[in-house]
């Protein structure tokens, strides 16, 4: 079955930076769009980027523009997402997803969540 794993969440200090990885396996990852969403806690789940199966498009919430970047390495099924400029408000635990259309907007699996949190 397909599973996607989450990894590299942790405590970090505002203005400080971290790695997130999603491993997928069970999926065929060369043609699956890969997302990350956060949840905070008390609040509902948010998009916060995404990338297209070739790698070639990416997109990102308007919150993390400019500050995280998403990329893929398909030798190792896993796509990253590099977060700098860390601010208390990216408090959440992440999640990835994956979907095999770029278009329909909706995710067929989910990770089970990393927790990052940034002390101010």
């Known amino acids: 079955q397909v599973q996607l794993e989450e990894s590299g969440g942790g405590l970090v200090q505002a203005g400080g930076s971290l790695r997130l990885s999603c491993a997928a396996s069970?999926?065929?990852?060369?043609?699956?769009?890969i997302g990350w969403f956060r949840q905070a806690p008390g609040k509902g789940r948010d998009f916060v980027a995404r990338?297209?199966?070739?790698?070639?498009?990416?997109e990102y919430a308007d919150s993390v523009n400019g500050r995280f970047a998403v990329s893929r390495d398909s030798a190792k099924n896993t796509v990253y997402l590099q977060m700098n400029s860390l601010k208390p408000e990216d408090t959440a635990v992440y999640f990835c997803?994956?979907?095999?259309?770029?278009?329909?907007?909706?995710?067929?699996?989910w990770g089970q969540g990393t927790q990052v949190t940034v002390s101010s």
């Open positions: 997803a994956a979907t095999y259309s770029w278009l329909s907007g909706g995710y067929d699996y």
């Open positions: 990338i297209s199966s070739s790698g070639d498009f990416t």
């Open positions: 069970g999926l065929t990852f060369a043609t699956a769009t």
